[in-house]
């Protein structure tokens, strides 16, 4: 009997030394091995198309109509409500140097744009070149007769004065300074009128996203644009290296919604020189938008000297005969003149 518990005793330690040395052993064969985990796979987004002006991929249907709004820049305008919404804005100068806004509005749909002001030939001739129906707010005489023989589509505030449905007046402030268009009915009433509310846009360039990692340029994290010192315009924006956007300054003050304080952010700030015409008494003035000419692209905290190109209508960034793509997102065009040209109204350094 002693014997048999011997051995049944005797078994079970062999079999323990047994599993302990197999044990010692996978550890040594393991030790120095690198395990390799197999990374999950995400699977990236899938989108059917992009919006034109944006160059931001959807899934949401995209054959609306652009639209295009005149928005007053004058001090007593500030701040500006809906610009923060616009897909892309155009800043020119009207009478007095002051600049005003064509802003086309087509990725996001805001509630209220304005103040609005009223019509020029060269904003207008925007507005058809990006297929955008024009909205404003008054015009001489011979500007709705151009408007009217050239065939745009274009809604004017002056006919929907304070209506309550297209435009209304806002008691913050006073006229011209004061009127709003109602954003959410445009494509209604322009239907009504007849107008095409549906378009095909054509796509602006823009970069991938592998392109946008390689920008390359000088230093941009401060841009200055003096449009007059007498009165006092003068633009500034500001990279801020967190959001990779630029913050826009108008006058030493941001640029910001007026019911929000939100920021307008842009992704590309595109500066174009090219000539400008006083050609009444009034002040007006007549913009070349077709010859081409000296440019700054800048994106992402850099800065390209280029030239600009009426391409298919649409004004872009040219560098060694080469269309350069936009950074997907936001971008504002400053429209300066060639006197006294980009080279004493532009700085860029990198403070």
């Given at each position: 009997?002693?014997?048999?518990?011997?051995?049944?005793?005797?078994?079970?330690?062999?079999?323990?030394?047994?599993?302990?040395?197999?044990?010692?052993?996978?550890?040594?064969?393991?030790?120095?091995?690198?395990?390799?985990?197999?990374?999950?796979?995400?699977?990236?987004?899938?989108?059917t198309t992009v919006y034109p002006f944006t160059g931001i991929q959807t899934n949401e249907e995209?054959?609306?109509?652009?639209?295009?709004?005149?928005?007053?820049?004058?001090?007593?305008?500030?701040?500006?409500?809906g610009l923060t919404q616009a897909d892309m804005v155009f800043e020119i100068l009207a009478e007095g140097m002051i600049t005003r806004f064509f802003a086309v509005f087509h990725s996001e749909q805001p509630e209220v744009v304005g103040p609005v002001r009223s019509a020029r030939e060269y904003y207008f001739d925007l507005a058809e070149r990006?297929?955008?129906?024009?909205?404003?707010?008054?015009?001489?005489?011979?500007?709705?007769?151009?408007?009217?023989?050239?065939?745009?589509?274009?809604?004017?505030?002056?006919?929907?004065?304070?209506?309550?449905?297209?435009?209304?007046?806002?008691s913050f402030r006073v006229a011209p300074h004061n009127s709003y268009l109602l954003f959410g009915n445009v494509h209604e009433v322009a239907s009504d009128i007849g107008y095409e509310i549906t378009a095909e846009h054509q796509p602006m360039p823009f970069l991938s996203n592998e392109e946008v990692g390689e920008i390359t340029g000088d230093n941009a994290n401060h841009v200055?644009?003096?449009y007059s010192n007498q009165p006092m315009n003068i633009v500034e924006y500001d990279y801020d290296p967190t959001t990779e956007k630029y913050n826009?300054?108008?006058?030493?003050?941001?640029?910001?919604?007026?019911?929000?304080?939100?920021?307008?952010?842009v992704d590309n700030v595109f500066i174009i020189e090219t000539y400008h015409e006083v050609i009444d008494d009034?002040?007006?003035?007549?913009?070349?938008?077709?010859?081409?000419?000296?440019?700054?692209?800048?994106?992402?905290?850099?800065?390209?000297?280029?030239?600009?190109?009426?391409?298919?209508g649409q004004l872009v960034p040219v560098k060694d005969g080469e269309v350069i793509g936009f950074v997907p997102g936001k971008t504002w065009i400053n429209v300066v003149p060639t006197n006294p040209g980009m080279d004493k109204s532009v700085t860029i350094t990198s403070e």
């Open positions: 009997m002693k014997k048999w518990i011997l051995l049944v005793v005797a078994s079970v330690l062999f079999l323990l030394v047994a599993c302990s040395d197999k044990t010692d052993k996978q550890k040594e064969s393991n030790e120095g091995t690198e395990v390799v985990t197999e990374p999950e796979k995400v699977e990236e987004p899938q989108f995209v054959n609306h109509r652009a639209v295009g709004v005149m928005v007053n820049n004058h001090t007593k305008a500030r701040p500006q409500t990006y297929g955008a129906l024009y909205i404003y707010h008054g015009a001489a005489g011979f500007v709705n007769d151009m408007l009217d023989n050239r065939g745009i589509d274009h809604l004017d505030g002056a006919i929907y004065d304070n209506d309550g449905h297209l435009f209304k007046r806002e200055e644009i003096v826009r300054y108008n006058d030493g003050e941001m640029t910001v919604e007026l019911n929000t304080n939100e920021a307008v952010q009034a002040g007006r003035r007549a913009i070349d938008f077709y010859a081409g000419g000296k440019a700054y692209l800048i994106q992402k905290g850099k800065v390209q000297q280029v030239e600009w190109q009426n391409l298919d």
